[in-house]
């Protein structure tokens, strides 16, 4: 009998916080939908489009006072379970200034997950509650230059280094990639020593930590854009290392595939309101003398988008469910990111070739959400790594069965 976990579905549809969920996704619904998407034309952008630091402060601060500022995780430090915690980011990514508003954004998001799970009690406090409480943005900094070879989806080839000095830690390297580096509070940093790989938390901005520039990009839903840094002899105490010299890695996978799966529930968000435009502009336009929805070109389109959307929300429950029973989801949170931002895709896609002309304008959000979803086939590993990873794992499993 084969009990691998990637062929086990989640097939009870109740779980211990499901009530409790479902009322907190509904008060994050009402909170998108009433007060979020009406800021999706406000003028506070910087000069990549991004949202500023005034505009989310004032989008957090009603989020504050509707109760749904970080509302996956509670003021005891207790945390949705993943299936709950999808009910209500799905819920967020209705718009694409939703996340950012309800403090459920990347990176973000995955930052509170990994401190909450591995930092000290002092990091927790000190780094971690102000991230909670939406007062800071924080920074991941993993992925490195491509252009000098250093690490971007393998992660192995990271050039960035540290030392141990005295009761403290000099880091040296360059960065790049680095969402919301620009205007962020709290930094997480990996960088190699001798000893292996090593993650620490840092207070931003620092003066051994200079943004050198910021690239336009496709995307434009992540305040700060996304940075190229370089650090120069960068020193952070002993006490700020999360757990122990060469732990990095580990550290690194306790927070990826909690973090892909939470952009997969995000993005959803915002694929169902791209169709549910879509839709609403199908059944009103009328062309060769009826309406779009009953041309089967595009009423075809319209049921493939059903299809897709129930597809990726039973993924990405079924996934969620791997990680509440504590399997680490690797294998499983590749197979969901992959699945989902290629349905994803096909979905904003077909919303903007069913509205034509008005699908690629700023005056509907359908033109964002494709931009959007074109990068998050990339963000946290393009889908041919994710399948290169599953292919290794078949090979080992082969191996294994028939060694």
Not at 183 to 191: N, R, T
Request: proline share 5%.
């Amino acid at each position: 009998m084969n009990t691998d976990s990637t062929t086990s579905p989640v097939i009870d549809d109740s779980f211990p916080d499901r009530k409790q969920a479902e009322d907190i996704a509904a008060k994050v619904e009402r909170f998108v939908r009433d007060v979020v998407i009406p800021y999706e034309t406000d003028s506070r952008r910087d000069h990549h489009d991004c949202p500023t630091d005034e505009l989310t402060r004032e989008l957090r601060q009603k989020a504050r006072e509707a109760g749904v500022l970080t509302p996956h995780i509670f003021a005891d430090g207790g945390h949705l379970s993943q299936r709950g915690t999808a009910l209500v980011l799905i819920r967020s990514g209705l718009s694409p200034l939703g996340p950012l508003a309800c403090n459920t954004a990347a990176p973000d998001e995955g930052n509170m997950y990994l401190l909450g799970k591995m930092g000290s009690p002092m990091i927790r406090e000190r780094f971690l509650q102000p991230i909670v409480e939406g007062k800071k943005r924080s920074a991941f900094f993993m992925t490195e230059p491509a252009n000098e070879g250093g690490a971007g989806s393998d992660p192995s080839m990271m050039l960035t280094e540290c030392h141990r000095d005295g009761d403290e830690w000099v880091i040296n390297g360059r960065k790049a990639f680095i969402t919301g580096a620009e205007g962020a509070g709290v930094g997480i940093i990996m960088a190699r020593a001798q000893e292996g790989a090593c993650m620490f938390v840092v207070d931003l901005p620092d003066p051994a930590i200079r943004i050198e520039r910021v690239p336009r990009t496709i995307d434009s839903s992540m305040p700060g854009g996304h940075a190229t840094v370089m650090i120069r002899d960068l020193r952070v105490p002993d006490e700020q290392m999360l757990g122990a010299a060469g732990d990095g890695f580990h550290y690194a996978q306790v927070r990826l595939a909690p973090a892909r799966l939470s952009h997969c529930m995000r993005w959803l968000g915002a694929c169902i309101r791209a169709n549910e435009i879509a839709s609403d502009y199908a059944n009103r336009r009328m062309a060769f003398g009826k309406p779009l929805i009953d041309h089967e070109g595009v009423g075809f389109m319209l049921a493939e988008n059903l299809i897709d959307l129930q597809q990726s929300r039973l993924m990405i429950d079924w996934c969620a469910g791997v990680l509440d029973r504590g399997e680490k989801g690797g294998a499983e949170s590749s197979m969901t990111k992959v699945a989902v931002s290629e349905s994803l895709m096909r979905i904003a896609d077909r919303c903007v070739q069913v509205m034509g002309g008005s699908g690629l304008t700023e005056d509907s959000i359908v033109e964002q959400v494709f931009r959007e979803i074109r990068a998050f086939r990339v963000y946290d590993g393009p889908t041919e790594v994710h399948k290169w990873s599953l292919a290794k794992k078949i090979k080992r499993d082969w191996k294994q069965n028939n060694g």
